[in-house]
């Protein structure tokens, strides 16, 4: 939905302080931790007066916005290497006949999660820009939201619904039993708490052979690969179940401890209204109340949109998710404290003991901070790690090298967007988000190595798809033309090991995509507009072992820059959604704020994962560390 004039919001909202009413209602999903058990400073970090930033996308924008609303007089250069800022958050607005389209080239919507920081986070930030007037929210009831398709073997198959428990989905599977991508599903699901345990020495696994070897091979290659495609463009039998599926991973290990088998003690928490929250999780709940409590000045404008947000699937903005990072790109710009450097290489990051400075080399230049944030990757990791400590005198250990070249592995992605001036072009019965391509299609079927196609224009503001929230308020899409807009992901792990020169080009993509449609949906008109980009190394994988890579990562920067240099973004945060990058923005923002040097950004990595158990309808633990 258009949120409309701020005025139409505000006559609905109490008019009196709120701290206390607004926390209750943004984190009454969060847990929350004695304030005591925070570490938070009172005053900000004296030693923090100048800090770089390195990378201008999404996670170091909002790195930079934090820093500086929560330190005053804090100097901030961000560094970027492109001629633009935003990194791969990029839109696109095109006229065509009869109006305008909007092309999104990387993430197009962002989910509310509003139990989850990540969504808070996103929530937060949005308030602060004040861009929420431009809001698209789809509503949990549109086809975008329902309507999910599998192709498999050689026709779409409905996925059953989100939402609506354990109970449902097993009817809902029941119904589909005879549909072939179902076929075993449901009796791998009936066995799933009598599989032998994971041998307790294993200390990461597949997430094809954890899914494989707990729900069976079709759950693994028909349903859980296409879930993959659709985030990660990944390959399951190399991502790590350990990073990836963390609470099924460890709910295996409460079953050794004679607990009923994994989706048994789901279906008993959901019934019970309890959740299982990570340590770093709960600790980062409680830093996000006390902040919202004690300094957001925003209460009205949060509350707005978290209503709205509360009864939709997914939401963009009119022009598009780069309205975020064009508008953080505008006001970091805006103040005189920040500077901010487009075409600039870093070359080399070291540290200067002595002065506890972190020095980065940058286009034959040498500058001096108080903290870097980093959100360049493991290759450039390795570059500085391994300078470092050879200026010290140190043979870098081959161990952190390992690492970084380790979790350093990425996909491309092909994203072609088409835009039909046919309104009709797909049947009212294939309306949907669109569709995701397991690995087990046969190859006859997906020669153009497909991951998926998204029907764009459900989730772009159509006028049944937005949330409303009163008859006042003017309901505007991202697209004025009436067409339909077709997005088609090509290649992924499908390209792994592919030299630059065997990859199409864009104009082969455009081919390949239509081919695809004509073949999957029987589309034989020709689009009215076509454009293709590739997006080299955007997603990052996370292999079996990304944990203790980390772990190794989060040592060699605590001793090498004595915790002075952070790092955050989806190299180091295991997901690589917007709401996980915002969020872990803001983290490392407040680990400099509150001076807390012992933490990197990968501080969770060091030790093994303790969970908490925690009553979502009082907001209390249950229960101090499970593990
Ligand atoms: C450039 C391509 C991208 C692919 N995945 C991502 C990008 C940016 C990142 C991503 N995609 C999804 C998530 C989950 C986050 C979340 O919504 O909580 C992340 C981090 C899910 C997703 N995948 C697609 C869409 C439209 C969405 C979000 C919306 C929704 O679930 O309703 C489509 C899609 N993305 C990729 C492929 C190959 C693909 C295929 C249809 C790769």
Known sequence: MRLGGRHALLSHAVKHPLQPRVAQRTLRTLPRLPVDDLNLRASANPNAKNVAVLGGGITGLAAAW??????????????????WLGGWVQS????VEGGHVLFEWGPRTLR????????????????????????????KDSPAALNRYVYYPDHLAMMPGAGGGLLTLASQLFKLRNEPVFQGVLSSLAVEAYVAL?????????????????????????????????????????????????????????????????????????????SLVARNDLHFAGVYAQDMVSRDSNFDGKEAIVSVLEQASVYTFKSGLSEITASLGQRLSDNPAVSIRTSSSIEDVTFDTDRSQALVHCDGKTKPFDYVISTLGPGEMKKFLASTATRRGVTPGPQVSEACEHSGASV??????????????????????????????PIEQNPERALGVIFGSETSGRADTIVRSGKDVEVEGQDTAPGVKLTVMLGGHWWDGWAPSDLPTEEEAIEMSQALLRRHLGIVQSPELAKARLNPN???????????????????????YDGRFKVAGPWWQGGVGMNDSIRKAREVAWAIQHQWDDRTGLEDYAEDESWFLWDRTTGNLVKDAVE
């Open 66 to 83: 934090n820093l500086q609303r929560s330190i005053p007089d804090v100097k901030i250069t961000i560094y970027e290497k492109n001629q």
């Open 92 to 95: 696109e607005r095109i006229p």
């Open 112 to 139: 509310p999660s509003l139990s989850n920081p990540a969504g808070v986070a996103t929530v937060d930030l949005v308030s602060q820009l004040d861009i929420a007037d431009d809001l698209i929210a789809i509503s």
């Open 198 to 274: 994971r041998d307790p020495g294993v200390r990461d696994e597949s997430v094809g052979d954890f899914v494989r070897r707990r729900f069976g091979k079709g759950v693994a290659d028909n349903l859980a690969s296409a879930l993959l495609h659709g985030i990660y463009a990944g390959d399951l039998y190399r991502l790590s179940a350990r990073t990836l599926l963390p609470l099924l991973w460890h709910l295996e290990v409460r079953d050794r401890q004679n607990e009923p088998g994994i989706l048994l003690q789901m279906a008993a928490f959901m019934f019970q209204r309890r």
């Open 412 to 441: 491309n992605v092909m994203v072609v967007n088409l835009y039909f001036k046919d309104p009709n072009l797909l049947p009212q019965s294939t309306r949907g988000f669109g569709y995701l391509i397991p690995r087990s299609v």
């Open 538 to 560: 955007c997603i990052p994988q996370y292999p079996v072992g990304y944990r203790d890579d980390m772990a190794t990562i989060h040592q060699a920067l605590v001793s090498e």
